[in-house]
């Protein structure tokens, strides 16, 4: 008997549980209520694509190795098509910075960690247009979902369908299973709230808004080398980044903590973006108008948060039949670039649960403990460390602040040791890497005796002895800052 799967959103995570999900005897049918991408190259669905269910979609992305292997192993056509389309593999070796490169070779495992540099909507795009080549695959576009058809029986709650209205008109729609890829604003909580389920969404802050502009090269020029000033740097009281992408294209974007109001508000308009990028070296070696020029005005974005949902939880009527994954399942927060990655990793587990196990009851709270063995170490850690910007944001502005000596000794740890250890090092950029691109659990590495003796013994290192292994100032003071664009310091 054929298996019908309904897949709720064509985002990244929807998108890879087509393609995770796609076998015979089974039909996938994936829903959104934006309307399909127009029939146009990946350059012109960047300008054209009306995507208002996706409010990240114009802002920078990079896709990590994770992904990137997981696209390689499973769809070699996709990737084909990728890098056809103009998006950029990115390799280890192209990635080092000017100290390692120099001494680089290849080994065994580098090719997991490669960096796919594209667009959002080129990546989207293209594989859109891959999944729907898949048997069994079908794309219903302009629909949207109004909520869950459920069924009690006995104790459980059995999703059956979904209540959806396409180009107007409400229909349902039955399934043997839905898979809820609805991303980051999910309904399905509040829609299953009255069938007792009670899902934890308690939101943990990561503290920045995003702002984002996209640049084109121009004629006759090319991205800057990697051996001047660091396309990525945190200045404490904002972040910059340059998202390399395809196509001739690159987008910058400024992470500004929540509390610098005067400063967010300011960057929004594309003067004072492009002042602050001149005064960070590392991004206007990339946006100085000789080499490149604005072709988009300047994104925001906030409510940035991370959240951990989970259904299967003590106490919760069993349910059957509904499997979040992306970022219905769990958000990150967007600087460590692991969204779309671990909605393909969600669509994979999904897809082995659905074979491997067989008692229905089961099938959700095993994704749920694989999603939590595989991504919740990075999860912890990223909240850890979203606290310490938060609190580090904060003392940026009390010019008064003394940090404490536990303080010291960590940010020591970080500038004087682990920097210029991995800087100095390919083994241990190497491991340094894996849980970068989320290959490896994130503190593995350190728990290495051969990696804690390098790092120690850069640490014991004079600082003039390691000069060339700092990285050279990123831009000015917060005070010089606001003064240069002529904002309040408090
Ligand atoms: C500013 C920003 C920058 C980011 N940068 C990166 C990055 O560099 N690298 C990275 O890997 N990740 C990044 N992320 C995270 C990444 O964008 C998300 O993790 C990813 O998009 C999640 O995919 P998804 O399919 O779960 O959700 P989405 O991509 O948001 O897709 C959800 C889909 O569901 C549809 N939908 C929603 N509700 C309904 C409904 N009721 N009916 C019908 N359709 C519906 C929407 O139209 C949409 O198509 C970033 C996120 C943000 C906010």
């Not at 029939?39 to 992305?61: C, N």
């Not at 943990?204 to 006759?220: C, M, N, Q, V």
């Not at 005067?262 to 960070?280: H, I, S, W, Y």
């Not at 919740?376 to 910007?389: C, G, I, L, N, T």
């Amino acid at each position: 008997m054929t298996e019908t799967l309904i897949v709720a959103g064509a985002g990244i995570a929807g998108l890879n549980a087509a393609m995770a999900l796609a076998k015979p005897g089974r039909n996938v049918i994936v829903l959104d209520r934006d309307p399909p991408p127009p029939d146009l190259d990946p350059e012109q669905a960047f300008y054209e694509w009306e995507r208002k269910g996706v409010t990240q979609l114009r802002h920078s992305h990079v896709f990590l190795g994770r992904l990137v292997k997981l696209i390689r192993d499973n769809h070699p056509r996709l990737w084909t098509e990728l890098l056809a389309g103009g998006a950029r593999e990115i390799t280890f070796g192209d990635a080092l910075p000017p100290t390692l490169a120099a001494e680089y070779t290849f080994k065994p495992g580098d090719e997991d960690m490669s960096f796919l540099f594209s667009r959002r909507t080129t990546l989207e795009f293209i594989m859109r247009r891959y999944a729907q080549t898949l048997p069994g695959v079908t794309f219903v576009p302009n629909a949207g979902i109004r909520g869950p058809v459920v069924e009690k029986r006995g104790d459980a709650v059995v999703i059956t369908g979904l209540t959806v209205t396409i180009d107007g008109e409400e229909s349902v729609m039955s399934a043997d299973a839905v898979v809820d890829a609805t991303g980051r604003e999910t309904q399905f909580p509040d829609w299953l709230a009255p069938y007792g389920l009670k899902v934890d969404q308690t939101p943990r802050p990561a503290g920045i808004l995003y702002f984002t502009r996209h640049y084109r090269l121009r004629d006759g020029q090319d991205e800057p080398g990697r051996d001047g000033a660091p396309g990525a740097g945190d200045l404490g009281y904002i972040k910059y980044g340059v998202f390399a992408a395809d196509n001739r294209h690159f987008s910058l974007t400024l992470a500004v903590p929540e509390i610098e109001t005067e400063l967010r508000t300011a960057v929004m308009k594309p003067e004072v973006f492009d002042q602050v990028c001149a005064l960070m070296p590392g991004a206007y070696r990339w946006t100085n108008t000789e080499r490149a020029e604005p072709v988009t005005k300047v994104f925001g974005m906030g409510n940035l948060k991370s959240v951990w949902r989970r259904y299967a939880a003590p106490g919760n009527p069993t349910l059957l039949g509904f499997y979040p994954i992306g970022d219905a399942s769990l958000r990150t927060n967007p600087l460590y670039g692991r969204g779309c990655s671990i909605g393909a990793i969600q669509a994979h587990l999904l897809a082995k649960v659905l074979d491997e196990v067989s008692e229905p009851e089961k099938r959700l709270p095993e994704l749920e403990k694989r999603s939590f063995t595989e991504i919740r170490p990075f999860y912890d850690v990223m909240v850890k460390q979203d606290e310490q910007a938060i609190r580090r944001a904060e003392n940026e502005q009390n010019p008064a602040y003394k940090p404490r000596f536990k303080a010291r000794v960590v940010k020591s740890l970080l500038d004087d040791a682990i920097g210029p250890a991995s800087r100095g090092n390919l083994a241990l950029m190497r491991q340094l890497m894996r849980p970068f691109h989320m290959l490896e659990e994130p503190s593995g590495w350190l728990k290495r005796p051969a990696n804690l003796w390098r790092i120690l013994r850069t640490w014991a290192t004079p600082r003039s002895w390691k000069a060339n292994l700092y990285q050279p100032k990123f831009g000015p003071e917060r005070a010089e800052m606001l003064q240069t664009l002529g904002l309040k310091a408090s």
